[in-house]
């Protein structure tokens, strides 16, 4: 399958980085072709401005919007990998959905009411959280750290085969654990 791996952290030293090297190298093992889209590290513009929605309502694509596009539809399969910000995505990757989902693109709207136009087979959704699973057993909040991105975004769009896990407290796990997590990553890679 052709994946595109969406990555947003801003450090090259991460965790997230190292989740990334292992999903990818897991992805490479089962014989995937792979793109990677370092978010920070291509410098992309996540603001979706007033010039770019009157000219999509106008019927024209800008050049930056329509590459982040002929990414998207390239890739049969997404993977995205990001830590846990405020409860939701990092900005700079809530700004690449703005960006490419586009009204005609992603989804389109008829009398029968809203549709999804993404045919990818499958995503994976990778979260790391610096709260313990304790807190958000208590705090009522996991749903809302991962739904608005796999139902609201990519389910709503048409990719309805959508897995996500969340690593909790990993500022304060053990290496051990750590370890395991990036084993599981790889894992998921290589059965994706
Ligand atoms: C701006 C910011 C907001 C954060 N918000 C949350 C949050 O809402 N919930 C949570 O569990 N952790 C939160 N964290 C902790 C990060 O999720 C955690 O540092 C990250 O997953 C660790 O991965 P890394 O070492 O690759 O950065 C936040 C961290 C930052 C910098």
Known sequence: ?????????????SFNHALLENVSSGLKQAGHEIKIKNLYEEGFNPVLDSDDLSKLHNGHTPERIAKEQKELLWAEGLVFI???????????LKGWFDVSFSNGVAFEYSDAG???????????????????KDYFDKNDSLEISYRP????????????????????????????????????????????
């Open 1 to 13: 399958m052709k994946v595109l791996i969406v990555f947003t952290h801003p450090n090259s030293n």
């Open 82 to 92: 990001y830590p846990l910000w405020w409860f939701t995505p990092p900005a700079m």
């Open 114 to 132: 809203a549709k999804g136009l993404l045919k990818h087979k499958k995503a994976l959704v990778l979260i790391t959280a610096g709260a313990s």
């Open 149 to 192: 991105l796999t139902d609201g975004t990519l389910g709503f769009c048409g990719v309805e085969n959508v897995k996500h896990e969340i690593y909790y407290d990993v500022v304060n796990c053990t290496d051990e654990e750590r370890a395991e997590i990036l084993k599981q990553a790889h894992a998921y890679g290589v059965n994706f």
